[in-house]
C-alpha cells in the first residue's frame, strides 16, 4: 500500500471543494487506499489551518474532520530535525514522511500555479 502524507493545503481544498480532485486523495486517504501518516506536528498544522476563520467550516466539520485523521492515520514519531525545504515551516511533512518509512510526500505547488 501506499503511504502519503498530505500537505496541509490538500486537506483545506478537500473540505473547501468536496469534489475536486484534493478531496478524492482525501477521501483515498481516509478509505484506506492509501496510508495516510501523520505525525503530532503535522496533525496540529491540519488542525490550526481548518480552524481558521476564513476557510468557514463548521465547527462539526472540523471534528469529524480530525476525527478521521486521527483514527485513520497511521501515526509516527519523527526521530531527526530535517532542514530542506525553502519554507521551514513545510520541513515537517519532510520529517513525517522519513519516520514513515519511505511515505509518499505531496509537495506543495512551489511555482504558484
Known sequence: MIRV??????????LLQ?????AQVFVLALGGSL????SGSVYAEYEEVI????FAR???II?????AIREKGIWVRPAERVK???DPDDDIFLECA????????????????
Not at 98 to 113: E, M, V, W
Request: aromatic share 2%; with cysteine; proline share 10%.
Open 58 to 60: 463548521s465547527a462539526d
Open 98 to 113: 522519513q519516520a514513515a518509512n519511505g511515505a509518499a510526500y505531496r509537495a506543495p505547488n512551489l511555482d504558484g500555479a
Open 84 to 86: 530542506a525545504c525553502a
Open 18 to 22: 468536496p469534489l475536486g480532485p484534493p
Open 35 to 38: 496510508q495516510l501518516c501523520v
Open 51 to 54: 480552524s481558521r476563520p476564513r
Open 5 to 14: 502524507v498530505l500537505d496541509t493545503n490538500i486537506v483545506v481544498s478537500a
Open 63 to 67: 471534528a469529524a474532520t480530525l476525527q
